[in-house]
């Protein structure tokens, strides 16, 4: 069984950078895609940013994506999901997610984590 625990977020301030990391663990959760979805109040859960089991090969969606940067420490199996310039609206529950296939189809993802909330404020 696989379990991803989620770390980082809470109350971030807009314009400010903030650092969320995802922590795999069970002996198969090393072979998975790790991934961020978020998931804003009111609105349906989508895919921020994916990174291969590798951590050579990474994924975005079109949220403006130069303020977010994914990396993977393999040795830890961490994801680490760092948003720049925080904006209102970066908010919402952010999931961890690992997938067999295919990270970035919401459908296609076998393991969620439990959520962390980010709040930004001005």
């Known amino acids: 069984q696989v379990q991803l625990e989620e770390s980082g977020g809470g109350l971030v301030q807009a314009g400010a950078s903030m650092t969320l990391s995802c922590t795999g663990s069970?002996?198969?959760?090393?072979?998975?895609?790790m991934g961020w979805y978020r998931q804003a109040p009111g609105k349906e859960r989508e895919f921020v940013s994916g990174?291969?089991?590798?951590?050579?090969?990474?994924s975005f969606a079109s949220l403006g994506n130069e303020r977010f940067t994914i990396s993977r420490d393999t040795a830890k199996n961490t994801a680490y999901l760092q948003v720049d310039s925080l904006e209102p609206g970066d908010a919402g529950v952010y999931y961890c997610a690992a997938s067999w296939s295919e990270i970035g189809v919401a459908r296609l993802v076998d393991y969620w984590g439990e959520g962390t909330l980010v709040t930004v404020f001005s």
């Open positions: 990174v291969s089991v590798s951590g050579k090969t990474t």
């Open positions: 069970g002996p198969t959760s090393r072979n998975l895609a």
